[in-house]
């Protein structure tokens, strides 16, 4: 039990002016990420429905349902908000496929009205501390081996969110841990057939945090040995194959929060590589769609898996192109930026897009992993019998390749400019200005006003 207790105590005992400005720095990215994903994805399929299942429910009302307005039980705000975070899969993430920040923010926000109010720099040690812990966990692409990491490993970090603005010590934050191993789950089969469950597992990550954090404050207990038990995390999910020192290892001083993922297109982690080699060969060579008789695409196997396969419009095409390497290809060759506005069914439908999909080709080569994750060779064909080449091997927004300031406030606002329920443009801008100073705000809750449309 020593190296679960040393990362509760880790959590419980670490406060803001412990940490260095580099992870302060990532964790305001990724709520200014957030903030305008969930602005972006509140009306997104399904997102509606689950807001008036929601306040059906009913219950106590502890927080804000974001954009919509009303307020529900915390739990379900942070369901309800993270789900809209997901929607469109633009907010931030971490290889190979846990997203942390859909459900790290929203069940800080939730928390934070569930007590009455904490400081930015409290708001922002929490999530840093959270992060942190998740990122420690996240296990390996054959690991997972089909499990989705956001529902196994995301949990972690919604618990010791919540649990840290609950101010739970260091016992109760290990409860609170165990607890969340014990609701952890979720499959990419949820990805590959294009359903709406994507965005639901998120919201369920910060559901059960909230609920394993307040529970674990009531004195509900927790396997001890959640993570090195002979049935822990790292049997179950990691195969006994993890290093289980590696979790604690410079705690304080090395923080994996750095591997933080902020794409630059608004698809799957594992399309932007080949958006990101499409993209590069058209500024290039001046390829036009029309001149492209075939492309033949090489990823590694586990991104094959999840986004190489055939791209089926199905029952919902906004996650079908979301997850589709033909389908982002396609729409970067045919329109040059890809823009969340592509992944509209309509733009999906064109016979244009249709007749490139067509064209390409996916398989897995798995010497690509030799050089990362995000690793793509593409090999384009032309109408006059060229054949043109290009490999990446770090996608734009993955660490080693990241993201201007600039670049993450053009993301921001195409999230604004995207939205069906608009903020007042005034309060865009405060938005804005007070995220990029969070640590000095008194209390977060002055966000919540400003992140309700003026058309609930």
Excluded at 68 to 90: E, T
Excluded at 237 to 263: C, I, M, S, W
């Amino acid at each position: 039990m020593e190296l679960e207790k040393r990362l509760a105590e880790y959590v419980s005992e670490t406060r803001f002016d412990d940490l260095p400005p580099e992870p302060i720095d990532i964790a305001k990215d990724i709520v200014l990420t957030v903030l305008g994903t969930t602005i972006a994805g509140a009306t997104a399929e399904g997102c509606e429905a689950l807001v008036d299942q929601v306040k059906e429910w009913g219950g106590r009302e502890e927080a804000t349902i974001l954009i919509h307005g009303g307020k529900v039980p915390a739990h379900n705000a942070a369901l309800v908000n993270s789900a809209m975070a997901r929607a469109l899969d633009f907010c931030d993430a971490m290889a190979p496929g846990m997203h942390v920040g859909s459900s790290s923010v929203p069940t800080a926000l939730a928390i934070a009205e569930f007590t009455g109010g904490c400081s930015g720099k409290e708001f922002l040690a929490a999530l840093v501390l959270g992060t942190e812990v998740a990122a420690r966990l996240n296990l390996s692409e054959s690991a997972y081996d089909g499990f989705d990491p956001t529902g196994v490993c995301s949990i972690f970090a919604a618990a010791a969110v919540a649990g840290k603005l609950l101010h739970l010590n260091s016992e109760q934050m290990l409860d609170a841990l165990a607890l969340a191993f014990n609701k952890s789950g979720g499959s990419f089969q949820s990805n590959v057939d294009g359903s709406l469950a994507v965005r639901l597992i998120q919201g369920f990550v910060s559901q059960g945090g909230i609920i394993c954090a307040q529970l674990a404050q009531r004195g509900i207990t927790g396997p001890r040995n959640f993570l090195e038990g002979v049935y822990g995390y790292f049997h179950l999910y990691a195969k006994d194959k993890h290093n289980p020192q590696a979790v604690v290892a410079e705690l304080g001083e090395r923080f994996e929060l750095a591997k933080t993922v902020f794409k630059k297109y608004p698809s799957c982690g594992a399309t932007l590589s080949s958006t990101d080699a499409i993209l590069e060969l058209i500024k290039e060579k001046e390829l036009v769609s029309e001149g492209v008789t075939g492309i033949d695409i090489m990823v590694t196997p586990y991104a094959h898996k999840l986004v190489g396969h055939q791209f089926n419009i199905g029952g919902n095409p906004k996650v079908a192109a979301q997850f589709s390497i033909q389908y982002c290809v396609a729409n970067a060759l045919l329109r040059k930026s890809p823009k969340l506005e592509h992944f509209d069914e309509p733009a999906i439908r064109e016979p244009k897009i249709i007749e490139l999909i067509n064209k390409i080709q996916v398989g897995a080569d798995p010497t690509l992993e030799k050089r990362g994750h995000t690793a793509v060779d593409m090999r384009v064909t032309t109408r006059d019998g060229g054949i043109l080449h290009k490999n990446v091997d770090i996608a734009r927004g993955f660490p080693g390749n990241p993201l201007t300031k600039e670049e993450h406030n053009q993301r921001f606002q195409n999230c604004v400019s995207y939205a069906e329920k608009p903020l007042p443009p005034e309060n865009i801008e405060q938005v804005v200005s007070l995220v990029s100073q969070l640590e000095e705000l008194a209390d977060v809750r002055s966000l919540i006003p400003l992140l309700l449309s003026q058309n609930y």
